[in-house]
Structure formats: C-alpha cells, structure tokens
C-alpha cells in the first residue's frame, strides 16, 4: 500500500479499535459500534466475529431498537487475559493480580527494611528481586491462574528506566543507590513464568499518570501533568490520552540555588523541600517532633494533625484547653512547601500548558486535601497568565493504589495495540525480495 500500511496492519488496527471502545464503553452493540469506531457494518462483523471465536469478546443482554429486533449488546471477556500490577515504592512492594477489566484477583504486599541507616539498604537488588519472585508465585496461585493466561507483567520503579537489546529494561534510581540496575533482565532469571510473558518496567510516576488518564481525573483531557508525591517527587506528562505518558524528573528541578542537599546528591531539587522525607527532616529541624519510630505515612500523619487540629468541641477525647491550638512549627514548615510547590507547579504549567494538573501518591493525597488551593495560588501568581488560567489544577481521584493499576496497565495496553494478540501469536513479516539482497551488498 502506498503510505506503507499492510493489510494485516489494516487488520489489527480494527481489532484495537473495537477492542478499546468496547473496554472504555462497552457494552456496545455491533449498530453503536460502527459510529463510536468510524468502521462500516461489514469492517465491525468481521472483526467482531474474530474476538468472539477467540474469547476475547462476549455477549453481554440484549437492548431494544427502534421497530427493529432486539441488538445484542457485546462486552470484553473479563477472564479471556490477566495482567499483574508491580509497584515499587518506599516503604513496601505491592504486587496485584487483575483480569482483563482491571477486577483485582488477588495481592499481596512485601515491606521493605525501613530502620537502616542507609536508605539505599532497602533497595538492595537482590532483596526486591526475591520479593517479586516469591509475590507473582503467590498472587497466582491465591487466585488458581495459570502463568500462561498472563497478558505481561507491568512493574513501576522510582527512576529513570532505559531499554538495552541485551538487556531489556534497565533502571537508573540515583535517589535509591541503582546504577544500571538489569532488572528485567534479572526478573527473567529469577522468576517462573513462561518466556513468552512480556515484562512493562517503566517509572511510577509513569504509571500514575497512565492510570488517572484511562480510569481517573485525566479522562476527558487532552494533555496533563500527573504528579506523584510520596518520599520523592516526580511527574509524568500525557499529550495522548490513549497513548504512554512520558515520565520527568520533576522532583530534582532546581527552587534554590545552593539549598538543601537532595536524596540525589544536588542542591536546591523541589524534591528536598517538597518530598515526605524531606519535609518531616525541616519539620525535625525547625523543633518539630516526628512520633518516634513511626514510618513515613504515619509520622506526616501526625504532622498534618499537628498543624491542622480538630476544630473545638469535636474531639470528645481532648482534656487540654489547648488541645485544638496548632502546632505553629508544622504550620510555618507546610506554609513554604506550599510555595515551592507552587513555584513547581509554575514552572509545569509554562513548560507544558496542560489542560489539566492532577495530584497523585500517598504524600500528594494527604497534602492536597489541605492545602491544594494555596498551592494553586502560588501556581498561578508564578506562572504566565495566558496557560496559568486555562489549567485545572486538581486531586487525582484512584488513591494510593494507582501506581499498580497503572503498571497493569501497560501490558494491557500493549495487547490492545497489537489487536488483542499475544505476542507469541505475532509472526515474522516476509521481507520483499530486495530486501535481502541489499543485505547482502552490505556484508561485503
């Protein structure tokens, strides 16, 4: 074909048009298909006809139509594939086991050692790794799947992730000690799961920012920034609401010129004022006192009570007559974070224009409850007016189990791309006759 597109191409961008449209509307019926896909009636049947004898698509009832018989509405199979869903996260592995309309079958959680004095020492290599062999053995077998159902394994790291032929994916986490960490290339040795099921190893943030635009507050937008606050900071940015998101290291952009040390080693990153860690160390230094031994959630928790306390004569337990005054030392720490972030959130909005700004993460979703608005003030003073008044800035609204749905997600994505095939079910292209010879002028 002249623009290079094969009828098999043709063919598969069928497949994934009705099998989108069916997930994000469905149930359908073939009639309501061929307006919400742009095919015609003959393009919808054929195609329909292919998922229905694979299993991936299924009847679903019946509606009525106007005079006519009854349209047979069809829906995705939820048990035709499975994806599990791996976050890597501060304080925990989280690893979930969904069918192929993201229903969770099972999960399970592996902590990670919190009490080092090394913060790199939870992240050791080979201790995740084992944590993910031993966690997708027993999501599989808690819910009786066998690993050939599996459609992939989506994992999200903290870090930049690289793609090497050798390989694979390959993780550069300078805020948790990994340095060209080969990690799917190790979960490959490590784990038992059949070769062909595909390993999706991208940033968190990225996968964030993939689950709010399919299923969360991105739906509807054109273009967003989804930012992920947790003991770090990143963002991922999405011009294609149906497309990958591209991860930023917004945490390590510079707000202070020779500020405070970063978990990276630099100076100034919004990351070592804005982040959980960060904040509870200025709250510790500014006279604050953190609840001992608590972890990262429970101590910015009591930091948030502390500054923002129950109004009076709503707390039956409180005996003080000061109970409800806040802590001035949270208040003032809150007070300049809100700040940076704004200055932050200034600088995605010039950079990117997007429609909208949405808050993520386990930190973001504890802070912005309280003080969002003030942030987007400072957003909007910092910003240039023009995008600074066109951008909604908001919640994201799946909760701080978003970053595994959204790493379920990238298999997932990938099987639509491919029309609903596996990819051991994908066969070699025949290459046109030139092809080799020229291969063959080049060997000599």
Not at 290 to 301: H, I, Y
Not at 436 to 444: D, F, I, L, N, P
Request: proline share 6%; aromatic share 6%; glycine share 12%.
């Amino acid at each position: 074909m002249r623009n290079g597109r094969t009828v098999r191409d043709l063919r598969r961008e069928n497949r994934t048009a009705v099998l989108q449209r069916l997930y994000f509307d469905g149930p359908l019926s073939r009639f309501s298909l061929g307006p919400a896909t742009g095919l015609s009636s003959g393009s919808i049947s054929n195609v329909v006809a292919e998922l229905v004898a694979e299993g991936l698509v299924e009847e679903a009832g019946s509606v009525d139509s106007a005079g006519g018989r009854p349209r047979t509405l069809l829906r995705i199979s939820p048990g035709s594939g499975c994806m599990i869903g791996v976050d890597v996260g501060e304080t925990r592995i989280r690893i979930e086991l969904f069918d192929l309309t993201l229903t969770e079958l099972a999960r399970t959680e592996r902590p990670l050692a919190v009490d080092s004095p090394n913060p790199h020492d939870r992240y050791e290599v080979g201790v995740v790794v084992g944590h993910l062999r031993e966690g997708i053995a027993e999501v599989l077998r808690t819910a009786d799947v066998p690993a050939e159902r599996l459609l992939g394994v989506g994992v999200g790291v903290p870090g930049i992730v690289a793609r090497t032929a050798e390989d694979g994916a390959v993780v550069h986490g300078q805020t948790i000690g990994w340095d060209a960490v080969p990690l799917e290339r190790l979960l490959r040795e490590s784990v038992e799961l059949p070769a062909s099921v595909p390993y999706w190893i991208d940033n968190g943030a990225k996968t964030l920012g993939q689950a709010e635009m399919w299923f969360g507050a991105g739906r509807g937008a054109r273009s967003a920034v989804v930012v992920l606050f947790g003991s770090g900071v990143g963002a991922c940015v999405v011009t294609d609401p149906m497309g990958p998101g591209r991860a930023i290291e917004w945490g390590h952009l510079k707000v202070r010129v020779r500020g405070r040390r970063c978990r990276c080693g630099a100076q100034g990153c919004l990351e070592a004022y804005a982040g959980a860690e960060a904040l509870l160390e200025r709250w510790r230094e500014a006279g604050g006192v953190p609840p001992a031994g608590a972890d990262e959630e429970t101590a910015l928790t009591a930091m948030l009570a502390a500054a923002y306390p129950a109004e009076p004569g709503t707390d039956p337990d409180a005996t003080e007559p000061d109970a409800t005054e806040p802590d001035a030392t949270a208040l003032a720490v809150l007070a300049e974070t809100a700040e940076y972030l704004g200055a932050g959130f200034a600088d995605l909005i010039n950079l990117f224009q997007p429609e909208r700004i949405l808050v993520g993460g386990w930190a973001g979703l504890q802070l912005g409850t309280r003080f969002l608005e003030t942030v987007s003030g400072y957003a909007r003073e910092y910003a240039l007016a023009y995008p600074a008044a066109r951008v909604v800035i908001d919640m994201g609204t799946l909760g701080p189990d978003a970053v595994t749905v959204g790493a379920a997600i990238l298999p997932l994505a990938d099987f639509f791309g491919r029309g609903g095939r596996r990819a051991e079910a994908e066969t070699a292209e025949e290459q046109p006759a030139w092809a080799s010879t020229v291969r063959e002028r080049e060997a000599h």
